[in-house]
């Protein structure tokens, strides 16, 4: 990220998003400029803030799409939230905090598994070594199983023979040793065993090959809830508040066993093994430097929330949660599992339609919080066979990829992705103007057969051209009160 310049992110943009110029040179600059603020003076640095963005425009244009892909161009923390989904402090429902201890959780979890990463080859090395032992093991106490159990057959019969009848003590003595013998201690291994073994592990020739491993207990199977009833005194509240801990502490130093296949068993030990490698100190303080510094939060459906005011009552899902989001996007400090963490310098990027409302019926303080407006062109008939043809991994190229896993070679003439743009844009103008998820509606539609019966064609090349599409789509498009409900 340090080297890529607004033009860079740009181009990077360009090939997962069609035209929108305008917000991706300001969602660029935003994070360039971050970039920039990090290689200034601390007295410097600590007050220039990130100019956050208000998106306008209709839905399916691609407001959602630039914040998302940016924040994976530059492998920043990010999340996405539907302000519908908040309610003002107080009430029931989410409040706006818990969108930063979203944030921290998706940073921490990012720098976790990026140290899984780096111990992953030690960690295997471990995992290794201890799927040697339990095989090794496991194969010698089979052994020392078949010699007792041979060991006691022929004693057995010895006795059955001797004219003297069976040995009453030596019996007593075969019992107790057959009693010992079947919980043995681990048998000791050599060093030629083990050898062998770990070759035939790195062939992967004991794949399926089922063992029984010790593992640790995940925190996930304990139940955390701790109940306290109304009439309990302080003497019980406090036995119970032990009873807890106690059952935790017990919880967390019991091992059991799992009976599973060698892969299964290598993927298992190698994930217990790496963390314990990892120092999860580090990570959270890494973590939450990172998010601090260039975490990102993306506010879908911010016009939902503004309007009139209430005259009666108070608006909690409205106007109440703008006046909660205030000391958010200026900057404050929230309380997380992790500790508190600073919002001084996370990019918000806000995006609506705008359609019934304006962005000047949000309160006045809001509206200042996001200096940067970028207005979101509705997309037509070129843009969306652009769409169709250009973007990497586009809706095209991935029928393709799927319908190549049962042998069919799918084609699409630019022809028809033509005629499949005009019919999407033709329903976009008629109907509700939902931009370039009509595209996703209109193409499922067309290889609806083609999917069904797909492995009756393995082996077969198949040409989606201008004539296929509209002789499956011209009768839908064409009938209005069809293709509001089908379309």
Known sequence: MATMKPRDIVAALDKYIVGQQDAKRAVAVAICNRQRRRQLAPDVAKDITPKNILLI?????????????????????????EATKFTEVGYVGRDVDSIIQDLVEASVSRVHEEKLVEVEKRAEDLATEKIVTYLCQQEQTAACRVAAR???TAEARAEAVSPRGADPVKSERRVGQLGHRATPAKPRVNKRDRERVTTLLNDRKLEDHLIEIEVSNSLDSFDPVVEFSAGMSADEMTDTFNEFIDSYQSFSTRRRYRKVSVKEARRILTREEANKLIDFDQVVETAIQRMEESGMVFIDELDKICGAAVETGADVSGEGVQRDLLPLVEGCTVLTRYGPVKTDHVLFIAAGAFHQKKPSDLIPELQGRFPLRVELQSLGEEELRRILAEPHNSLTKQYQALMSTEGVQLEFTPGAIESIAHFAAQINARTENIGARRLQTVTEKLLEELSFTASDHTGETVAIDERYVTERLANLVHD???SKYIL
Not at 61 to 72: F, L, M, Q, S, Y
Request: no cysteine.
């Open 150 to 152: 041979g060991t006691a």
């Open 480 to 482: 209005e009160d069809l």
């Open 57 to 81: 425009g209709p839905t399916g244009v691609g407001k959602t799409e630039v914040a998302r892909r940016v924040a994976g161009i530059i492998d920043a923390p990010f999340v996405k939230v």
